[in-house]
């Protein structure tokens, strides 16, 4: 049973959660998991004149996606940096080229999920998530979020990402925070769920 991660991260962060998910997945005995990126739209000059082109070329030796790998999968995880309450422009892009495989259907009955960041606690996580779900239902895919079995998601004791629509993490302003332990947890249990659904389907 085949998991695929798809995700896009600017400065790390949402590539931190997409490994956690992948440990989440790896839980579920017969999962095999995949992380591939987006392609960039940005040129190196862009991303340099926003303090991103290091975390870039440390992600360089991650595969980039292709609309086939999708068709190829059993269940796909999308990560995503939230933009204005949306996905990224990065995975808009990319998800726009799938046109081909709405015309099939080749990804009806797949399960789909979504996780995010954003720089403030109330910045658009859930937004983002929510908004994203709608291209997945386009595509005829089961949505599977973050139940509250994950009870990370109950505390009230410190600043956390999560909510039932999917993990998610808080970056800061400037991109200082990196995911917390229970917000890595939350990406993991993630993961093992939808892992476990995914293999019911199949």
Not at 36 to 49: A, D, F, I
Not at 102 to 121: E, H, R
Not at 149 to 175: K, L, N
């Amino acid at each position: 049973m085949k998991v695929l991660i798809v995700y896009y991260s600017m400065y790390g962060h949402i590539y931190k959660m997409a490994e956690a998910v992948a440990e989440g997945v790896r839980e579920v005995e017969g999962c095999e998991v995949a992380i591939k990126r987006v392609p960039e739209t940005l040129s190196n000059e862009v991303l340099g004149m926003m303090g991103a082109l290091d975390a870039q070329k440390g992600l360089a030796h991650i595969p980039v996606v292709t609309v086939d790998d999708l068709a190829s999968a059993d269940a796909i995880i999308f990560g995503t940096p939230t933009r204005f309450g949306n996905m990224c422009g990065q995975m808009r892009q990319f998800l726009d080229a799938t046109g081909g495989l709405w015309m099939k259907g080749a990804l009806v009955g797949k399960v789909g999920s979504v996780f995010a960041s954003s720089a403030t606690q109330h910045g658009g996580q859930e937004s983002t998530i929510l908004s994203f779900h709608t291209t997945l239902l386009h595509h005829g895919m089961v949505i599977v979020g973050l139940p509250y079995a994950f009870a990370g998601q109950m505390g009230i004791t410190e600043i956390t990402g999560g909510s039932p629509y999917g993990a998610s993490t808080i970056t800061g302003g400037q991109g200082e925070r990196m995911p917390s332990d229970n917000e890595l947890a939350g990406a993991r249990y993630q993961g093992s769920h939808v892992a476990r659904i995914a293999k019911k389907l199949v």
